[in-house]
Structure formats: C-alpha cells, structure tokens
C-alpha cells in the first residue's frame, strides 16, 4: 500500500495569536483580573497564529451547540471537499475512481456524515464504500492511515482515500475559565486533509506502508476527550500526559520497530503529531531523537496550532514536499490520542 498524496484546505480567516488573546480577553476577562493568567497560558503555547473557520467577529453571535454544530457541517463541507479534491490531483486520478472513503472528526457532528456529502458533491461511484470514523480525537490521522492500509490489504486493486476535517474553535467554551479550557483556547486550530492511498496492485508512487501498531493505555480514559453538556464540546485535559508518554511510549515504539527488524536509529523521518510543546518535549526525550527530528513538527505547531487528527497528516504532507526523503528510507508516523492510546505506522520511501 502507498500513500501517493496528501492534500490540505485551510479556512481563509487567519489570525495572529496576538489578536486571538485580544479577542479572549474581551470575552473572558473585560475587567482584566485573569489577564495575566491567560498570557502566560498563550505565551507558553508556541503558536504564532491559527486559522478559523469563521470571521472571529461572527463567533459572539453562536450561543447555542445548535448554532456552532450548524456552523461545523457547513465549514467542513467545503473544507473536505477543497482537501480531497487537492490530493486527488496530485494524485492524477479522478473522484470516480475511489473505492472507499473514510471520514475522520470529533468537533462536529453530521447524519448522514461529511463524507455522503462529498460522496454527492464530487460524482463519486455509488457503490463507493463509507467508513466514518468519530472519538479517535487526534490519534485519527495516523490511526487513519493504518485502517485504509488494513483495507488495502484485503483489495489490492483498489483506491482509498481518508479525509480528515476538524474546527477546534467551534467547540471553544466561552463561560469555561478552566486551565484545559484556556489552554485549548490558545493551542487548537482548523483545517483538513485528505491521504490519498493505493493498494499494491495499482501502479503508483509515494512512501508504502510497512506496518501499523494500536496501542491502548490501561485505565487512562479520563486522561482526554470530551465532556458533553448544553453548550457542545468541553474538553478534557489532564495535565499528566507528558509523563505518561515518558513512561509509556519508548517500550511500544521499540518493540513495534523491532517486529519489523529496525530500531530508532534506523528511522530517519519522524512525522509527529503537534500536540503542544509539553508533548513534543516529552517525545524528544523519552525516544532521545537526534536534534531536528521533529523541526516540521515544532513549525507546524508554530504556523497552524494543533489542528488534532489533521496535525499529523500536515506533517506528513510536509514531510513528502519538502524532504524529499531517499528511496530505501523509513519515517515513523506517530500521533496520541483520547483512550488514551497512540498509533504507529512504520512507511519506508
């Protein structure tokens, strides 16, 4: 299975971080007695700036989870529909010839999903198959990637594609104060994406999918995720996650690459997740990478903040343009997600 493209769509409204904490402030704090808590929240982020969905004057006006779930399925139409049809011209193939569409969210809900929409939209097949995917939070781009290769390899003639949409800033709770919510306020971002795969009896290019490994921490399923009340989306996030990446992840990266008779130091790409900056750290460490390893990473995080299941796949998307790694090199794709859990896919170019 190769992944012969990754397209993007970003909204148009993007703003300096600056101007986002202005805004933040004027809802949260207009008698500037926690304003010194929210900059140093913002300030220790390492976002430069974010696109949103919306005009940030048009958030005041939804009050209600119908209203900013309404403002979702519109926005993320347009911006799956922009990505997918992105990766399929670098791609060269057409919407016809998709065999199966898989869909990846968790800031909006849709019945029928996003994914019937583009169905219709594009002229796609009427006997395309569907998989929406909803919960795997940000761990779904690389969680994705490893189930569309699970479907190749049972039909390898055909032609996958995985979408992934995700508008953070609609799920923003303006009368939560907590630190997990001000830190999301400062971190997330929106965006999409769209992998483009083939399975190996199709003739293409692009880095193939060696193996994929799931793995699911024991007992950590208030670590991250999703309260649900009136108001939509309130996030959960517990502040022990860097440590539990410390303790956690080097033995499964480890054993996953020893499966397939490689270690650390025989990959040469590393195509993260951008999680935050603790995250990152927390990476760096406990797999004691070389120094730049994760630089696409930390400049990802910079320019577009963490846009959950699309971060890991703009990494990618970079990784493949900017690069241009060696034939015969490996990449390990790498993403955490509310389980907790991790995903990890081993690509070889």
């Known amino acids: 299975m190769r992944i012969q493209a990754v397209g993007s769509a970003l909204p148009t409204n993007y703003y300096p971080q600056k101007t986002l904490l202005s805004a933040l402030k004027h809802v949260w704090d207009p008698s500037g007695k926690a304003t010194s808590r929210l900059e140093r929240v913002h300030g220790t982020v390492h976002v430069s700036g974010r696109h949103l969905a919306l005009p940030i004057d048009e958030y005041e006006n939804l009050s209600t989870f119908k209203e900013t779930n309404d403002a979702y399925v519109r926005c993320a139409l347009d911006l799956a529909q922009n990505a ?104 997330f971002g929106d965006g999409a994406a769209a992998v483009v795969m083939a399975g190996a009896e199709r003739s293409s ?21 999703w309260d649900f009340g009136d108001q ?32 650390l130091h025989d990959i040469e790409h590393f195509v993260f997740h951008s999680g935050g900056p603790k995250v990152l750290e927390a990476f760096e460490e406990a797999l004691e990478l070389p120094s730049k390893a994760l630089d696409l990473t930390w400049k990802s995080l910079d320019r577009l903040g963490n846009l959950s299941s699309v971060s890991v796949l703009m990494v990618l998307r970079d990784t493949m343009k900017d690069r241009e790694p060696r034939s015969g090199s490996y990449g390990l794709l790498l993403a955490m997600g509310p389980g907790f859990c991790a995903e990890l896919v081993l690509v070889q170019w």
Not at 139 to 155: F, M, N, P, Q
Not at 206 to 215: D, F, H, L, N, T
Not at 236 to 259: H, T, Y
């Open 232 to 263: 939509g989306f309130r996030i959960v996030l517990n502040a022990g996650v860097p440590n539990l990446i410390r303790e956690q992840i080097r033995p499964n990266v480890d054993d996953f690459l020893a499966e397939q008779g490689l270690s």
């Open 84 to 187: 997918l049809c992105s990766g399929l011209a670098q791609a060269g193939v057409s919407p016809a010839e998709i065999d199966h569409i898989f869909f990846t969210t968790v800031t909006g809900i849709a019945v029928p999903s996003i994914d019937a929409h583009i169905v219709n939209r594009l002229g796609m097949r009427p006997d395309v198959k569907r998989t929406p995917l909803f919960g795997l939070g940000c761990v779904a781009g690389a969680a994705g990637i490893a189930r569309v290769a699970d479907y190749l390899k049972a039909y390898p003639d055909q032609l996958a594609v995985l979408v992934a949409v995700e508008l953070c800033s609609l799920t923003l709770q303006r009368n939560d104060t907590s630190m997990a919510n001000m830190i999301a306020s400062g971190l």
């Open 205 to 225: 290019r692009g880095p193939r999918v060696v193996a994929s490994r799931s793995v699911l921490f024991p007992n950590s399923e208030e670590v991250l995720g």
